[in-house]
């Protein structure tokens, strides 16, 4: 004397607790895929930083360079005239 409600509960409930299963599977791949993404955006960050502050050191020496250079040019051009 089963209730028709207990036979179709009794039967649907696998493939609902499958399919809830295969849900967070696949939300916990998407989310680790985008995790790896981002790892690897922020590798590429600091790749692109470490460049940065090199050429800004290069620029540096090169701008203090450029002074000494422009010093002693100007005293050239006096020992010209």
């Known amino acids: 004397m089963t209730s028709p409600l207990i036979n179709m509960i009794m039967q649907y409930s696998?493939?609902?607790f499958a399919g809830i299963i295969i849900g967070l599977l696949f939300k916990?791949?998407?989310a680790s895929q985008a995790q790896k993404k981002i790892r690897g955006y922020q590798g590429e960050i600091i790749k692109s930083h470490s460049r940065i502050l090199k050429l800004e050191e290069l620029n540096g020496r090169l701008e203090?360079?450029?002074k000494e250079v422009e010093q002693s040019f100007c005293k050239d051009?006096?020992?010209m005239n």
């Open 77 to 79: 051009r006096l020992y």
């Open 64 to 66: 203090n360079r450029l």
């Open 28 to 30: 916990m791949y998407f």
């Open 14 to 16: 696998a493939p609902a």
